[in-house]
């Protein structure tokens, strides 16, 4: 079945680059997404990545696709204190009628610390 | 730019009490979708509504009834309320092609005692 894993926590020194990872299972999946929630409030996209891609960058962060290993990750290059968040690896499912199947990763919760 | 507007923001409830989360979008989106939130577990899919006038399971829908009302609004309710339903709940809307941004709602929490 589809499944997203993620490691659920990660702490890092304000500064330095985080990288969060992500495996996941349904290799037919066309779109791999990071999502990012903020305390207290709901999920919002921070980057995409197509599956026939193997990098994206986009100012500070860069996603890496490693499809033959159904592995993904999130650099956040000079993370800041804003930074600190739950960010959510998801994967789109099969795509039927309209209906955009997202499977949400358990999230990693990045800890910035000066 | 509202976006998707979930209420009530929080709740308690006593266990089998009955109650009905709301959701609006006005984004004109079709694909509509309620979701919980636990710790550790992610976001798990309760229902979606493709468009107006249909619904359909999710991952976790026993306890659970939808109803997409209209375009805009996707409302979920709980018949009788257990301790297990206490979590957060995530209404979120989407456009019809292959990629498209998930919008989501600010989150209901709810505690059933």
């Known amino acids: 079945g589809e499944d997203v894993e993620q490691s659920l926590f990660l702490s890092v020194r304000e500064g330095d680059s985080s990288v969060i990872n992500c495996t996941y299972t349904?290799?037919?999946?066309?779109?791999l997404y990071w999502y990012k929630q903020e305390p207290g409030a709901g999920l919002q996209l921070l980057t995409y990545i197509f599956s026939n891609m193997d990098m994206k960058q986009d100012q500070r962060l860069t996603v890496l696709l490693n499809k033959k290993d159904k592995h993904l990750s999130l650099r956040i290059a000079d993370t800041q204190t804003g930074d600190s968040a739950i960010y959510f690896c998801a994967e789109s499912g099969s795509f039927s009628g309209g209906y955009n199947k997202l499977i949400f990763g358990a999230g990693t919760r990045l800890a910035v610390h000066p | 730019n509202a976006g998707v507007t979930q209420t009530p923001k929080f709740q308690v409830l006593k266990t089998g009490q009955s109650m009905t989360l709301q959701c609006a979008q006005d984004?004109?989106?079709?694909?509509m979708y309620w979701y919980r939130q636990d710790p550790g577990m992610g976001l798990r899919l309760i229902y979606y509504s493709a468009s107006e006038g249909t619904t359909d399971k999710g991952e976790v829908p026993n306890g659970y009834n939808v109803s997409r009302l209209n375009k805009r609004e996707f409302s979920l309710r709980l018949e009788s309320a257990a301790p297990s339903q206490t979590s957060v709940y995530f209404c979120?809307?989407?456009?019809?092609?292959?990629?498209?941004?998930?919008?989501f709602g600010q989150g209901t929490r709810l505690t059933v005692v």
């Open positions: 349904d290799s037919s999946s066309t779109y």
């Open positions: 984004m004109n989106h079709n694909s």
């Open positions: 979120a809307s989407s456009g019809d092609s292959m990629n498209t941004e998930a919008f």
